[in-house]
């Protein structure tokens, strides 16, 4: 259900797979928190566990937890203060109204659990992003959200005529092996040392595509990337 990519002495990285709800489901199994503090627990029984950010069920990809209340008070403090670099891939099958840019807007809540994209901009959420051609008249998507807003990047995409594939809530026309969104890079300082983590997806047939690992490793690290202006 995931796969540890660093663990430090006071916080773990980890890269969830998709389908895999963030929190317990009841009968449905135990959600990815549980999965990774009962790991943690089963080598080090006096651990403890804070999240200090989530991915949505469909969403793939690196998730931190703090291992002890100060360190979850510092990134709570770094997210908020958006220290934070986050980069996610995506794949959509419809043409967008523009390939590269930024999608910038006021959320308000619409229908069904969804969300909307405003013209209003009080508090908007702020995305950059890069789009890239790849086979089956699908595209590619680079996102770099500036805030963590709710279904942030999936409303953001589906605002531009381009839901992402196996979406359910904002394409339901869609259906697929998965979700197509991908939490792919992490960059941050912590207590004065650099950190930087990379892992690409590992599921999903239009994922693991030759074009798209062509297209991952042209980048090397999104952050070194020429990126659409604020």
Known sequence: MFKTITEHDDFIVVDKEAGVNFHDEGEIGSGLFSQVKNQLKSATPEVELYPVHRLDKMTS???I?????ACAQTFGQLFQDHYIEKYYLAVSDKKPTKKQGLIKGDMAKSRRGMFKLLRTMENPAITQFFSYSIPNKQRLYLLKPHSGKTHQLRV???SIGSPIIGDHLYNTQSSADRGYLHAYAL???????QFDFISAPNSG???????????LTAQK???????PRL
Request: proline share 3%; no cysteine.
């Open 187 to 193: 960059k941050f300082i912590y207590l004065g040392e």
């Open 61 to 63: 990809g690196l998730v």
């Open 156 to 158: 953001a995409l589906s």
């Open 221 to 227: 690290k999104p952050w070194q990337l020429n990126w």
């Open 205 to 215: 047939e239009y994922f693991l595509t030759e074009q798209v690992t062509e297209h």
């Open 65 to 69: 937890f703090a291992k002890t209340l």
